[in-house]
């Protein structure tokens, strides 16, 4: 599977930990935003828009 996105990845990452129902809507979008920050953070370190 070809993942893109911190959503689908994070989703994934909760099959592989198979976490489901509500604590799964809580890992997976707490996840894919602290991934999308740390994104962000790279990006400025390494002096990227």
Do not use: P, Q
């Not at 909760?14 to 953070?41: C, H, P, Q, T």
């Amino acid at each position: 599977m070809n993942l893109e996105t911190c959503d689908e990845i994070a989703d994934e990452l909760a099959d592989k930990l198979g976490i489901y129902g509500e604590d799964r809507s809580f890992f997976v979008g707490d996840l894919s935003v602290r991934m999308r920050e740390a994104v962000k953070n790279e990006k400025k370190l390494w002096g990227h828009k």
